[in-house]
């Protein structure tokens, strides 16, 4: 018996030839529930009717309707004249269908209930509903599987993105087994074993027990996914997957020294195969429904930005696989790239065979990649986190094919500071209503493995600050310079100008808000300690970081005079980045190093690449961790089975969410927005925000696009 992923996958992609096989599944489920059923197709034409009830009298008042035409609307109705037309003593008209129709179809239900018809339809949950519930059913499900599903999951229906040296179709085989490989494991399994178990089941697709692949040419084929190597270099890892696998999952032939993938574990990898191609299905039409409403041009247009779409995703999660896995072997984290959605657009326009008559759509198809990116729906989410999985762990075979090695390197129960772009958002993460607590669960999840988190009284002071900001910008009538961060949230949350004070509450008081900050900090697991301004540092590097932090925020106040609370803010950065060195200085380089500063300030990632900071230390490392890199760690370092408990509690390695800097007369028209669509998902309201934002930006004066990871230019503005 096929799963129900299974069945609905192939329900999902039944084709319009494929009727007479529709026709043959349905009779075999109706026949299990209707054993007066009579099957009335005939070549002469059936008056618009499939099938009918039996009955004594001779006359039947039930006909039955089998389709597969998604346009089935105006196929009911048709069939519903037909009906009047040749059978006038039908009452009763029973649509089944493999398509999704459900509560879609109770005005038409109503229509024809108005003219003494009933429609009653039986449709693709109808199916699911009872395919296991007789042994007729579930035999005629495998049947329809077995010809409808299985040679597009066999055929490794997943498109991917093209590198330089695999070709499309062996990438889309690579990350699809990679991805069913990493789903199926247990959490903590060996990555190294898990990777080139994939790529040998992946290598195994088309052998059979008839037609067994030689040893030889395992290799030739696993080699192919991973080009860079010689084959004596990855000899060794294909053996022992073979030898493992060779326990419980293949078939052996000894004499020829042959594999094949048994019965069991080619059927339960339909079954996962058909849950992957399900889920980028349901992604798809996500993407569609959502891009449709964006451009005009109809169905036509609206597919070419699809497409678009999911080769911008695929190029954007290969580039952060490849920066995390090189991150790792270097032993250095690079800057993030604000330019990294756009230029995977532009790839992407590429690689999907864009035609450049249609190069304007890119900022609309980036900004639903970005939207989908920030606020995944579950739908998506399902579908993104094995991209992004199977992307990540592509990029460290091409780096080196002994994954587990590699990560065993990087830090657990290390000591991770915060700066205050990392910590604003928990707050109106706090009270969000059914919606992603990114920020929590990153840092909750870090605690698990045992790190610690700590912050600086200075941060937390840049933090009381920026609270007390937004509550002066809410109470305000006339306001210069963009809206704060918090306010920013707490709006599009949901919340109303008028209630704000009464939510800031919940956070800060009037007579000790740095204590009040300090205790919501350690409710999340984060703790305040003092900065180590210590002496291990050479005096040159520590004068060339003041300075180079000095000059930031200078020119971010636009002015060169000596302004204190440019100093202060300059003076927190400058402590933080101390402090990680001072504590890197002391432990050493050997074990990889276990102090970092998680920031999302552009400013903080570039200052290992400034001139002055390579002059004093040609060989400075940077100790700035970007919100990327701790994902990925926590979903592939050393404590990742402590980190992610259950399958449920999966990795979310997607790009960090992108916010406007509003400016004030923009900000109104968020906040009326938002107040017009109080009833909505999260998801539509971010996207009719933004688009009402975009709008009004035309006649108003262009809103700053910046990035969390440049909220450091409203930093500036805390004091």
């Not at 930005?305 to 695929?314: E, S, V």
């Not at 949901?494 to 007579?511: A, M, N, P, T, V």
């Not at 380089?589 to 920031?599: D, I, N, P, V």
Request: charged share 30%; with cysteine.
């Amino acid at each position: 018996m096929p799963t129900r992923d299974r069945f609905e996958f192939a329900l999902d992609n039944t084709k319009k030839t494929q009727w007479e096989l529709f026709e043959e599944l349905a009779s075999s489920f109706l026949s299990s529930e209707y054993t007066q059923l009579r099957t009335m197709a005939s070549a002469s034409g059936d008056g618009g009717r499939d099938s009918e009830l039996f009955s004594d009298e001779g006359i039947s008042s039930v006909a039955f309707q089998y389709s597969v035409t998604d346009e089935w609307g105006p196929k009911i109705r048709s069939t519903v004249r037909r009906l009047e037309e040749n059978f006038g003593d039908i009452a009763v008209l029973k649509y089944v269908t493999n398509q999704k129709i459900g509560a879609k179809a109770d005005e038409l239900k109503r229509e024809l209930m108005g003219k003494g018809k009933v429609l009653d339809v039986l449709d693709q949950s109808w199916f699911l509903d009872r395919l296991d519930s007789d042994m007729n059913r579930a035999g005629a499900a495998e049947r329809y599987c077995s010809l409808v599903a299985d040679p597009i999951i066999d055929g490794k229906g997943l498109s991917g993105r093209s590198t330089k040296s695999l070709t499309r179709d062996e990438l889309s085989v690579a990350l699809f087994y990679l991805d069913m490989q990493r789903a199926d494991d247990e959490m903590g399994k060996n990555l190294t074993r898990t990777s080139f178990e994939a790529l040998v089941k992946a290598a195994l697709a088309d052998a059979t027990p008839e037609n067994p692949m030689p040893r030889d040419e395992i290799y030739t084929k696993v080699k192919k996914f991973l080009p860079r190597y010689e084959i004596s270099h990855i000899k060794r890892f294909i053996d022992s997957a073979l030898s493992r696998l060779k326990r419980r999952d293949l078939n052996y032939w000894e004499k020829t020294d042959s594999f094949n993938l048994n019965h069991t574990v080619r059927e339960h990898q339909r079954d996962l195969a058909a849950q992957r191609l399900l889920s980028k299905d349901l992604f798809a039409r996500e993407i569609t429904e959502t891009i449709s409403g964006r451009v005009e041009g109809g169905p036509e247009l609206a597919s070419i930005a699809t497409d678009w779409a999911f080769a911008c995703i695929d190029s954007y999660f290969l580039k952060q696989g490849e920066r995390f896995a090189s991150a790792v072997i270097k032993g250095e984290i690079p800057a993030p790239e604000a330019s990294d959605l756009s230029d995977a657009a532009s790839e992407g326009m590429s690689i999907a065979g864009v035609n450049k008559r249609h190069a304007h759509l890119k900022k609309k198809v980036t900004d639903l990649v970005l939207d989908t990116l920030a606020a995944p729906s579950l739908s998506a989410k399902k579908y993104l986190t094995g991209r992004a999985n199977s992307y990540t762990l592509l990029a460290f075979l091409s780096e080196t094919p002994d994954i587990q090695s590699a990560t065993n390197k990087l830090f657990s129960r290390g000591i991770i500071w915060l700066d205050s772009s990392a910590l604003l958002p928990l707050f109106p993460e706090a009270t969000s209503q059914g919606l992603d607590r990114t920020f929590h669960n990153i840092f909750e999840r870090t605690k698990r493995t045992g790190t610690k988190l700590k912050v600086s009284p200075g941060v937390v002071e840049e933090v009381e600050r920026h609270l007390n900001r937004c509550r002066s910008y809410a109470s305000s009538q006339n306001w210069s310079g963009s809206v704060p961060y918090v306010y920013q949230r707490y709006v599009l949350q949901g919340g109303q100008r008028d209630r704000f004070s009464g939510w800031l509450e919940k956070f800060i008081g009037d007579y000790r808000p740095m204590d009040d900050v300090i205790d919501f900090l350690g409710e999340v697991g984060i703790d305040v300690a003092e900065p180590e301004l210590g002496d291990r540092l050479d005096d040159d590097l520590r004068s060339k970081i003041t300075s180079y932090w000095q000059e930031i925020h200078a020119r971010r106040r636009g002015g060169d005079e000596y302004n204190i609370d440019t100093d202060k803010l300059a003076r927190h950065d400058i402590e933080c980045v101390i402090t990680v060195l001072n504590e890197r200085a002391r432990e050493g380089r050997e074990a990889g190093f276990k102090s970092w500063l998680l920031t999302l300030d552009g400013a903080a990632h570039r200052m290992a690449a400034a001139a002055e900071i390579r002059a004093a230390d040609p060989n400075f490392i940077s100790p700035i961790m970007s919100l990327d890199f701790l994902l990925k760690y926590l979903a592939y370092g050393p404590a990742r089975d402590i980190a992610y408990r259950n399958d449920s509690d999966s990795v979310r390695v997607f790009a960090p969410e992108l916010f406007d800097n509003i400016p004030p007369d923009l900000m109104s028209v968020a906040e009326k927005v938002r107040s017009d669509l109080a009833t909505l998902d999260m998801s539509v309201v971010k996207r009719r925000v933004r688009d009402g934002i975009d709008k009004a930006s035309s006649s108003i004066g262009e809103a700053h696009l910046g990035g969390l990871e440049e909220i450091d230019a409203n930093m500036d503005q805390l004091f």
